[in-house]
């Protein structure tokens, strides 16, 4: 067993030249996963990979959206099939493509998908964060079509009314019929590449998150539990805020970016909107509301993801503080002056765990729902008796300093970042669905 180990290792370590894309054994669970394999479209593993998946890019992201707007401007035709705001719309959609499709390559072909989504990890974690991160997993598939689906229908209504209503105006190469049926289906076809991409790579960063998250549930169990080794403790707690520095630098260029340009972008589209000059209703303001929501939502899964990690990893040292306090009061609330501790009694611990469950449940009682946060009344810190204080002391004072959590370039990413920015977009987005809401008709 010894010497297969050491031979799977030994070919690991030489495969890590050239980045394994998704190539596994088959009792791998990564080998039951539809969601990685949709990243392969993103594989650059070699040069016959990467000159497919630049030419789907340029296809989509380049070349259909300019010949969409300067042949198919219809600055003749009548109102409702006039797209003032097709340029933004447009340029919007591939900036956000290109900078999603640069990282998702630049992550395969650096990493390769196997690494890259902590595949390799997995072998550490309990069999717990193993089955949660397989259902997280999976779940990233049907959250790929809440968002997806929803924008390519609505696109696709409008571009065949679009076409069927004003085929007499829109230009055409030989046949109308044909030449429209094509135009449409490559629309359809760039819309729906740009905008997966941008929701891919937000949900990527999503499961990756969720990772880290279930891996910090597991770490605070182990205050509900009596702790022996201390190292271990700190030694897995190190490896955490390693992997979430890991988390941080890889995703931090992308977050940037997505958080500059969806900023740039709403306020764009608000200046342009409000110009008196230019048409406002909605066949004019359609696309360019739907792509907004779209942006919109991929920033709002990116930083939900990232204050859900660092609010888990930073609610860990208050679990740690009240394993300590409560370890205090129990082991000395008993005991008379001079007197040894001693291991309590049945009764005496059915009365501690009460007591103790009054009090939490008096100080959590304005606590958020649906953070998914550790349920300190399942915490048994009565096992805590048998650790010394300053044991206890030593590591609630070293999570107090060395608290985790995802980072942009230094700057912690926490509740107080998603309700600024996210009330900033939001505002920006209510005013712009406001206008075309109201001038529906």
Same mark, same amino acid.
């Given at each position: 067993?010894?010497?297969?180990?050491?031979?799977?290792?030994?070919?690991?370590?030489?495969?890590?030249?050239?980045?394994?894309?998704?190539?596994?054994?088959?009792?791998?669970?990564?080998?039951?996963?539809?969601?990685?394999?949709?990243?392969?479209?993103?594989?650059?593993?070699?040069?016959?990979?990467?000159?497919?998946?630049?030419?789907?890019?340029?296809?989509?992201?380049?070349i259909v959206p300019m010949i969409s707007h300067f042949v198919l401007i219809c600055a003749d035709c009548d109102f409702k099939h006039r797209r003032p705001y097709d340029a933004l719309v447009q340029l919007s959609l591939s900036i956000f493509a290109g900078i999603s499709f640069v990282s998702l390559s630049d992550w395969s072909k650096k990493y390769g998908i196997r690494k890259f989504l902590f595949f390799d990890k997995l072998k550490d974690v309990s069999e717990k964060v193993r089955i949660g991160y397989e259902a997280e997993i999976q779940r990233s598939m049907k959250l790929l079509a809440i968002f997806v689906l929803p924008s390519i229908t609505l696109q696709a209504i409008y571009r065949i009314w679009w076409y069927t209503s004003g085929s007499n105006q829109i230009p055409y190469i030989i046949n109308p019929t044909l030449s429209h049926v094509l135009a449409c289906t490559l629309q359809l076809?760039?819309?729906?590449?740009?905008?997966?991409?941008?929701?891919?790579?937000?949900?990527?960063?999503?499961?990756?998150?969720?990772?880290?998250?279930?891996?910090?549930?597991?770490?605070?169990?182990?205050?509900?539990?009596?702790?022996?080794?201390?190292?271990?403790?700190?030694?897995?707690?190190?490896?955490?805020?390693?992997?979430?520095?890991? &988390? $941080?630098?890889?995703? =931090?260029?992308? #977050?940037?970016?997505? *958080?500059?340009?969806?900023? +740039?972008?709403?306020?764009?589209?608000?200046?342009?909107?409000?110009?008196?000059?230019?048409?406002?209703?909605?066949?004019?303001?359609?696309?360019?509301?739907?792509?907004?929501?779209?942006?919109?939502?991929?920033?709002?899964?990116?930083?939900?993801?990232?204050?859900?990690?660092?609010?888990?990893?930073?609610?860990?040292?208050?679990?740690?503080?009240?394993?300590?306090?409560?370890?205090?009061?129990?082991?000395?609330?008993?005991?008379?002056?001079?007197?040894?501790?001693?291991?309590?009694?049945?009764?005496?611990?059915?009365?501690?765990?009460?007591?103790?469950?009054?009090?939490?449940?008096?100080?959590?009682?304005?606590?958020?729902?649906?953070?998914?946060?550790?349920?300190?009344?399942?915490?048994?810190?009565?096992?805590?008796?048998? &650790? $010394?204080?300053?044991? =206890?002391?030593? #590591?609630?004072?070293? *999570?107090?300093?060395?608290? +985790?959590?995802?980072?942009?370039?230094?700057?912690?990413?926490?509740?107080?970042?998603?309700?600024?920015?996210?009330?900033?977009?939001?505002?920006?987005?209510?005013?712009?669905?406001?206008?075309?809401?109201?001038?529906?008709?």
């Amino acid at each position: 067993m010894e010497e297969s180990s050491k031979q799977r290792s030994q070919k690991f370590i030489n495969s890590k030249s050239r980045p394994d894309p998704i190539h596994k054994p088959s009792e791998s669970p990564a080998s039951k996963f539809s969601f990685p394999r949709l990243l392969l479209l993103f594989d650059q593993s070699n040069r016959v990979k990467t000159l497919l998946s630049w030419s789907v890019f340029f296809l989509l992201a380049v070349i259909v959206p300019m010949i969409s707007h300067f042949v198919l401007i219809c600055a003749d035709c009548d109102f409702k099939h006039r797209r003032p705001y097709d340029a933004l719309v447009q340029l919007s959609l591939s900036i956000f493509a290109g900078i999603s499709f640069v990282s998702l390559s630049d992550w395969s072909k650096k990493y390769g998908i196997r690494k890259f989504l902590f595949f390799d990890k997995l072998k550490d974690v309990s069999e717990k964060v193993r089955i949660g991160y397989e259902a997280e997993i999976q779940r990233s598939m049907k959250l790929l079509a809440i968002f997806v689906l929803p924008s390519i229908t609505l696109q696709a209504i409008y571009r065949i009314w679009w076409y069927t209503s004003g085929s007499n105006q829109i230009p055409y190469i030989i046949n109308p019929t044909l030449s429209h049926v094509l135009a449409c289906t490559l629309q359809l076809s760039s819309w729906l590449y740009r905008t997966s991409l941008f929701i891919i790579a937000c949900i990527v960063y999503q499961i990756i998150c969720h990772l880290q998250i279930l891996r910090l549930e597991e770490f605070a169990r182990c205050f509900a539990s009596e702790i022996t080794d201390f190292s271990s403790i700190l030694a897995e707690h190190l490896k955490i805020r390693r992997e979430l520095k890991i &988390v $941080s630098h890889r995703f =931090r260029r992308f #977050l940037l970016l997505s *958080l500059f340009f969806v900023t +740039a972008t709403q306020f764009m589209a608000l200046l342009t909107t409000i110009r008196a000059s230019v048409p406002f209703n909605i066949y004019q303001v359609g696309e360019l509301a739907l792509c907004s929501i779209s942006l919109v939502s991929g920033l709002f899964i990116c930083l939900k993801s990232a204050t859900q990690m660092t609010h888990k990893a930073q609610s860990v040292t208050s679990i740690a503080t009240k394993w300590n306090v409560c370890a205090t009061l129990d082991t000395f609330d008993d005991l008379d002056d001079g007197e040894t501790p001693k291991c309590p009694t049945t009764r005496q611990h059915s009365q501690i765990v009460s007591r103790r469950r009054n009090v939490i449940q008096s100080s959590d009682d304005d606590d958020e729902e649906g953070e998914g946060g550790h349920n300190d009344l399942e915490m048994h810190p009565i096992y805590a008796r048998a &650790v $010394s204080f300053q044991k =206890r002391q030593a #590591l609630v004072t070293y *999570l107090e300093n060395n608290r +985790a959590g995802i980072t942009v370039y230094g700057f912690l990413v926490d509740k107080t970042w998603l309700r600024m920015i996210f009330s900033i977009e939001l505002a920006l987005l209510l005013w712009l669905l406001k206008k075309t809401i109201v001038n529906i008709t």
